[in-house]
């Protein structure tokens, strides 16, 4: 097991709320010159969940998986419900009729109409059927400052100690081999290059290029991706030989630049990071979450 | 053979601007973690010319040439007439100030809010923050004939016709300073399914990138091939795609950014070849300088 400080680490109460689903106030314009009208982009949506296919909805465009709730009321409340929230932290219901339910951060994404972002979360079916766009959520956010002790050129990056500890990261000859499910290339990766910091919004892949598309068909939310030659230490950006390690948020999109929205784990400019490709890779199954 | 355009048919409008206060927002980190204060953006440079390099201004960050204009008509400079209908090489024209009645040219839009204008030296110094620029708006629809496929964009007719294009066959020989790779292009892809109001930027952020494609030479205005990308609807990745720009803004130490481009021309089908010409750019092509 990788030597952590997460004994170290604050545990903090970071409060928000389920938000609308965001969609643009009229018809986008689609990549190739045509008119949608596009659904899925956060709020609750029922029927999609860690571990299903990322294509194949009807419409979609950027769908997220479950649940999103974004920071409320000023700057400072929303700035730390983006970028202090962790990937595996668990989240309770504080309102509403599911109050007192359970659920766990799954993503981050962001370039979101109005600024806003989203933080995904994973309910059970159950506990879906009851909640109420509105509700206030709390998560007990562990994972900010999360460091490898023997790996400093390797940024943590929204990622809790439950996260680090099922994924099977293993050490051989000084290196980290991480599991994950496909590696990308550079010339998919669009938007999210040039924000900062990596703690909120995401990376994409961009799925308009016929190529893309094809690479991308068996993609599912939760799965683990590596981005080539992608920095996110300070920002997310081009640099060659470095790489991003995260978890598929959204589903791909008609939008040009915009697709498969990424949220970031790990960042390694230093090739300390060796990919494990193994398909069956998701975050459904390194958390169990249940449907 | 020369192109030949339905610029006839191109509807001509007045669309308003103001002079911008210098930006300045404290200290920021760079892609590597130093905290850096920027400068460059907003406002008035009196010794930075579209031509000049983009590269190795002092704190300079996303640098503009010029005289930096917002339209202020509605609540986002970016949704303003101004940010989509201004073409490049657009007539502009002070209608308030110590410069009342000079005139200058539109040479480029920087993403999220700054529209950069050209004005000679002795114009520039009367100048002052909160001067109204009008701009006549042309080139919004132009296209050129037997390529209606390619996408113009944010070029004024007057632009299109020195950029020293030419016809061989079904293709379209742009000349250009340097072929971009398509993976470098970053901060500003995705970020709208309009073109007109936005450019994207080549990221210099890695050292070695840097030098391995010669970044630090390009200069403001210099025409470019960006491989892969294409810029129809929107900004980014499409495999075999060409899109033709011009830097608009200079270098950038922030993560995914460094100097900025305005897609001129964009094709899916292979309509563009290109031909190395190392003084292809707008300040030329435009008259602005004679020294390049």
Known sequence: MVKTNKDNLLEIALQGEITHTAIPSTYTTTWDNRSQMSLGRGGIVYNVKVGDPCYGWELGDNVEPGVSADGTDNDRAKGGFRNLSNVGNRVKVLSGEAKGSWGTVIGKVGYLPDRSHHVVMHFKQEVIDDLTVGDKVQIRAKGAGHKFLDYPG???????????????????????????????????????????????????????????????????????????DTLSYYGRGYYHGAVTVGVVITGPSNHMGHGIGVSTLLSCKEGQIVPKVDPDVNLKRMLELED | ???????????????????????????????????????????????????????????????????????????????????????????????????????????????????????????????????????????????????????????????????????????????????????????????????????????TTDPATNEKYGLKKLRLGDIVLLQDQLCMNGRGYYKGAMTIGTIIHGWSDSAGHGPGVNPLLSTIGGRIRTVIDPRANTARYLGLRDDL
């Open chain 2, 1 to 203: 053979m020369m192109i030949e355009t339905n610029k006839d048919k191109l509807l001509k409008l007045a669309v308003m601007g103001e002079i911008v206060p210098s930006g300045s927002s404290g200290y920021r980190p760079t892609w590597n973690g130093v905290p850096k204060m920027s400068l460059g953006m907003g406002g008035i440079k009196y010794n930075l010319r579209v031509g000049d390099l983009c590269y190795g201004w002092a704190s300079g960050d996303h640098v503009e040439p010029g005289v930096t204009i917002r339209g202020k008509e509605k609540p986002s400079p970016s949704q303003c007439a101004l940010a989509l209908l201004a073409c490049i090489g657009n007539e502009a024209r002070l209608t308030s100030g110590e410069a009342k009645n000079e005139k200058g040219v539109f040479t480029g839009r920087h993403a999220g809010s700054d529209d950069l204008v050209w004005f000679p030296e002795e114009t520039i110094e009367k100048l002052a923050i909160g001067d109204k620029v009008q701009v006549k708006a042309h080139g919004v629809g132009l296209k050129i004939k037997g390529f209606e496929d390619v996408r113009v964009n944010k070029c004024s007719p007057r632009l299109l016709e020195n950029m020293g294009i030419e016809v061989d066959g079904d293709q379209l020989v742009v000349p250009i300073v340097a072929e971009i790779p398509g993976f470098l292009m970053g901060s500003g892809i995705g970020s709208s399914q309009n073109v007109e109001p936005g450019d994207y930027d080549i990221q």
């Open chain 1, 154 to 228: 390797v940024a943590v990056v929204s990622c809790s100690p439950e996260l680090v500890e099922a994924w099977g990261i293993e050490e051989k000859g000084g290196k980290l081999h991480v599991p994950v499910t496909k590696v990308v290339p550079m010339d998919y990766v669009g938007q999210g290059a040039g924000g900062s910091p990596p703690q909120a919004s995401n990376w994409d892949i961009q799925t308009q290029s016929p190529d893309a598309v094809e690479f991308c068909r068996d993609l599912r939310f939760g799965d683990i991706v590596l981005l080539e």
